[in-house]
T-cell receptor, first 110, second 115 residues
Framework: AQRVTQPEKLLSVFKGAPVELKCNYSYSGSPELFWYVQYSRQRLQLLLRHISRESIKGFTADLNKGETSFHLKKPFAQEEDSAMYYCALSVERSQGNLIFGKGTKLSVKP | GAVVSQHPSWVICKSGTSVKIECRSLDFQATTMFWYRQFPKQSLMLMATSNEGSKATYEQGVEKDKFLINHASLTLSTLTVTSAHPEDSSFYIC???????????FGPGTRLTVL
């Protein structure tokens, strides 16, 4: 069965520290992975997707098929990065259904 | 960017009544819309996928007779919670996409409280 696992419910770091939010997936096909972010009192929005291989707001994520992981990283966290982060898996090549992880709340302290 | 709205943003109703939630794509034609449910401090759970002009596809465990979904136009999908009960209280979120997009755009969500 398809599944997305985010092992950390809460991640707390100080400003300027590196951040890594973990995401592992389970899917026998060819995965398409996304990171969504939800800032306080705002709607869910796409942060980045693996196929575009882009860096958004300093965040990057590399798909590691061997480890079935798609960890989100940022070398220097900022206070404005504090938010809820969801890793999501699409099981179809097109927009398809998204399977979400349970989310990790990132708290960046001054 | 693509904008999705939901109405109402929150609703309180009595047990046994029905509640309709609207999801609209404001600046694009949504060929597919998705409905999610989110419990407090939990992740989004996909309830159903709807394509314009056809019946919705429900996820396993979601009662299609209780959660009626209509996607009558390319800009509007509605979710009707019929005979609502307190356990239906939740945050309902819709998303929408268009065939050429490779991204879902999310609405702000609707908070339903059933007394």
């Amino acid at each position: 069965a398809q599944r997305v696992t985010q092992p950390e419910k809460l991640l707390s770091v100080f400003k300027g520290a590196p951040v890594e939010l973990k995401c592992n997936y389970s899917y026998s096909g060819s995965p398409e992975l996304f990171w969504y972010v939800q800032y306080s009192r705002q709607r869910l929005q796409l942060l980045l997707r693996h196929i575009s291989r882009e860096s958004i707001k300093g965040f990057t994520a590399d798909l590691n098929k061997g480890e079935t992981s798609f960890h989100l990283k940022k070398p220097f966290a900022q206070e404005e990065d504090s938010a809820m982060y969801y890793c999501a898996l699409s099981v179809e090549r097109s927009q398809g259904n998204l399977i979400f992880g349970k989310g990790t709340k990132l708290s960046v302290k001054p | 960017g693509a904008v999705v709205s939901q109405h109402p943003s929150w609703v309180i109703c009595k047990s046994g009544t029905s509640v309709k939630i609207e999801c609209r794509s404001l600046d694009f034609q949504a060929t597919t819309m998705f409905w999610y449910r989110q419990f407090p401090k939990q992740s989004l759970m996909l309830m159903a996928t709807s394509n314009e002009g056809s019946k919705a596809t429900y996820e396993q465990g979601v009662e299609k007779d209780k959660f009626l979904i209509n996607h009558a136009s390319l800009t509007l999908s509605t979710l009707t919670v019929t005979s609502a009960h307190p356990e239906d209280s939740s945050f309902y979120i819709c998303s929408a996409t268009e065939t050429s997009y490779n991204e879902q755009f999310f609405g702000p969500g609707t908070r339903l409280t059933v007394l």
